[in-house]
């Protein structure tokens, strides 16, 4: 019987503790795929299942981490055979099935995307469930008609891993792009990603009236709340807002009339839940066509027993960029 090691999340009598424990390896069933994972990364959403700050996981106990890529060890679908190298992002993982924290990882074949030309697994994991939101949010905008020439795209929570990659991604299509970002200290590094303005919260444009001047020609938001409801009423004529976080708020306080007046266009990301074909395609443009330089991005790269302190420094807002997870170091 053959085990591995894994970080694994526990809530019960006791309250919530988590760590790294030894685990035996699943074998795959009918349409299964089991993973030796190379790497996987930590995001916000992993900080708050680990420390039991978020109510994230659905079922206890469950290995964390939100994605992963490897190459196949074991398989039981028709698609994949062993050697292939896939990445999983999305779905159930470290929310009712087993993540990414883990040697090998045990999934429903249907979740795997086989990794694209142009991307290596390090590269993969880099991007993430990060990257693939980035990817969502710039085709959504872009299937409704954004174009560079109307005007810069305001990015909020621009230090975060889907901000970022955000950053690199709409700069890397030729739109100029603004950065929202609370950490004075990320200027240069934002700008280093293709930012061409930093702002910090409190200079964006202000004012409570249904239109205010059009200032922005699009936006991705990782924050919602008030920020959003201010971003609806700057926004020039038939620009999209991509709405993808709710660090300020799940509230939208706003009027109708940014949308009847100026045409703008608000398109909710859902990347948990992409359809394998368009999943495939956003991996393939970020391998291709949308392939970014992401060496200022990737700041680190750990092993399980480390997770609990990256996670408070997460928390604490003392990381940027991506930090990668390779399951199988002892660092």
Known sequence: ??????????????????????????????????????????????????????????????????????????????????????????????????????????????????????????????????????????????????????????????????????????AKLGFEVAAVSGKSERKAWLQNLGAKQILARDELPTGQRPLEKAVWGGAIDNVGGAMLAQITRTLAPNGCIASIGLAGGTELHTTVMPFILRGIKLLGCNSVDVPRDLRQKLWSHLGSDWRLNLEPIRTDSIGLDRLPVIFERMLDGQTHGRVLVNPHSTD
């Open 1 to 170: 019987m053959r085990t591995a090691r894994a970080f694994r999340i526990h809530h019960n009598a006791n309250g919530h503790h988590a760590g790294v424990e030894t685990l035996t390896i699943a074998n795959p069933e009918p349409g299964e795929v089991l993973i030796r994972v190379r790497y996987s990364s930590v995001n916000y959403k992993d900080a708050l299942a680990g420390t039991g700050t978020g109510k994230i996981l659905r079922q206890f106990p469950l290995t964390g981490g939100i994605d992963a890529s490897g190459t196949v060890e074991v398989s039981a679908h028709a698609d994949f055979h062993p050697g292939d190298a896939v990445l999983v992002t999305g779905w159930g993982l470290s929310f009712d099935h087993d993540g990414g924290y883990c040697e090998y990882l045990c999934v429903p074949g249907d979740w795997l995307t086989a990794l694209p030309p142009g991307l290596d697994l390090a590269a993969s994991m880099t991007l993430g469930t990060a990257g693939l939101t980035a990817a969502l949010a710039v085709h959504q905008m872009l299937l409704n008609g954004q174009e560079p020439s109307m005007g810069p795209i305001l990015v909020t929570g621009a230090s975060g891993g889907v901000g970022c990659i955000a950053v690199a991604l709409l």
